[in-house]
């Protein structure tokens, strides 16, 4: 029999891969979002008992589904209230006595594709203020925690907590339904939606917190959605961008980390191991999109110029060939759309590879005593790297320690510390 610590590993990898289909077929037969993710995480609470005792089920995800589903006519119960959708859940719930993976409960668990994505939309409903659409999302959608949302946030978990609880609460009271809104509504809740898929794409593209570099299971559920949203409204130019986005960016997965989990450079990457295929689509999706801005009479948005940054790496043999000029013009176009200093940090890095690492020191050392970037080990690991390339290694080593201390990523603060090391045995002026 599996120990609680192994059960305990295995039901965190099932619910990071099946949280959100769970949630959001729990939601659309509940019709309450708060209902439906209480149920899944009272499932979870009765996985934690059940299996370490009685074994993990062969359809561990279906025995979530089975059991939470009974959790919801229970409260129904005890509300006494919507007999009639007590019913028909009734109806659909597996055999009581048989919720181990039986042939009938892995036949009940076939979640509907869009379900999901109607999650989404819920969530990033305009009657929940942006803050609120963006922690819900992430919590029920991409299956984060309250913990790690904070630290991506840089708020206390109570903040988060209570913004979950608050737009559940909201979203009860307005009677949002569940599902994907008419075309005439998309406007004012498309870019919100785009926004957290995004959100959860970069999460597992570069994971703010844990011992895993890369989350892939939150990167291609957004990369899923990506795709249905385009099908959705295929006359939308950012939406095709996202896509572009996503997929040039995933292209570097295979390369993007060593046989022992830590992240490798961009300057390192085997760019033989980058997805041709991914590169292929993404540059299909970038087109599209250009040609749907065009026919709108429009220029590039947000996700097109970060799209067409991508594109410039994806399209270059090494980093010695690529074109880094074109890229600091997509970056000063893209800081002039959506200003931050994260662009602005970006947008010194390829500064300092089209034109030296000194001008881009200086940018950097700007954006420092502007402090808004503190708190995070974004600027100090940049600027490490720029003063190491400037030969001043005694400096370069203590603001890689600075970074170290800062990042949440297991595997990023082990590299910036070997970053470090590495700094420490190379001469001064080198």
Not at 204 to 214: E, H, N, S
């Amino acid at each position: 029999m599996d120990s609680a610590a192994t059960v305990r590993r295995r039901l965190e990898a099932v619910w990071r891969i099946e949280s959100a289909q769970i949630v959001a077929a729990l939601t659309r037969t509940t019709g309450d979002l708060g209902m439906a993710e209480d149920a899944a995480q009272d499932a979870v609470s009765a996985a934690l008992r059940q299996w370490p005792a009685e074994g993990v089920p062969r359809a561990p995800g279906a025995w979530l589904m089975a059991v939470a589903r009974r959790r919801a006519v229970d409260a129904w119960r005890r509300d006494e209230r919507l007999q009639q959708k007590y019913r028909l859940l009734a109806r659909e719930s597996p055999d009581p006595a048989s919720p181990w993976g039986a042939p009938e409960s892995a036949a009940l668990w076939e979640p509907v594709e869009d379900d999901v994505l109607r999650l989404v939309f819920v969530a990033c409903h305009p009657v929940l203020s942006r803050e609120a659409r963006v922690a819900l999302t992430l919590r029920v959608v991409a299956g984060l925690t309250t913990e790690e949302i904070a630290r991506l946030f840089l708020v206390p978990v109570a903040t988060v907590q209570q913004r979950i609880v608050r737009a559940k609460h909201t979203l009860a009271e307005a009677r949002v339904p569940f599902e994907i809104p008419e075309r005439e509504d998309w406007g004012p809740r498309l870019g919100a939606v785009l926004g957290v898929v995004y959100l959860m794409f970069t999460e597992g593209y570069a994971a703010t917190a844990g011992d895993r570099w890369i989350r892939r299971e939150l990167t291609e559920e957004a990369l899923r959605l990506g795709r249905i949203l385009s099908g959705l409204v295929p006359h939308e130019a950012e939406v095709h961008a996202l896509s572009a986005l996503m997929e040039l960016q995933a292209s570097h997965f295979a390369a993007r980390t060593g046989r022992d989990g830590q992240p490798v450079l961009l300057a390192d990457q085997d760019r033989t191991r980058w997805d041709r295929a991914r590169i292929r689509r993404g540059l299909q999706s970038l087109d599209r999109a250009d040609r749907a801005a065009a026919r709108r009479g429009r220029s590039r948005g947000p996700y097109a110029l970060q799209a067409a940054i991508a594109a410039v790496h994806a399209q270059a043999d090494s980093v010695e060939t690529t074109d880094w000029p074109r890229i600091v013009l997509l970056y000063e176009a893209l800081g002039r759309l959506a200003p931050s200093p994260v662009i602005e940090l970006n947008r010194a890095v390829a500064v300092s590879q089209a034109t030296g690492p000194e001008t881009a020191l200086r940018m950097v050392d700007r954006l420092r005593e502007e402090k808004v970037l503190r708190g995070t080990h974004l600027l100090p690991a940049v600027r490490a790297e720029l003063l190491a390339r400037c030969g001043r290694t005694a400096e370069a080593r203590q603001e890689f320690l600075a970074a170290a201390g800062l990042a949440r990523n297991e595997r990023e603060r082990e590299a910036l510390r070997d970053r470090a090391e590495a700094a420490a045995v190379r001469p001064e002026g080198a």
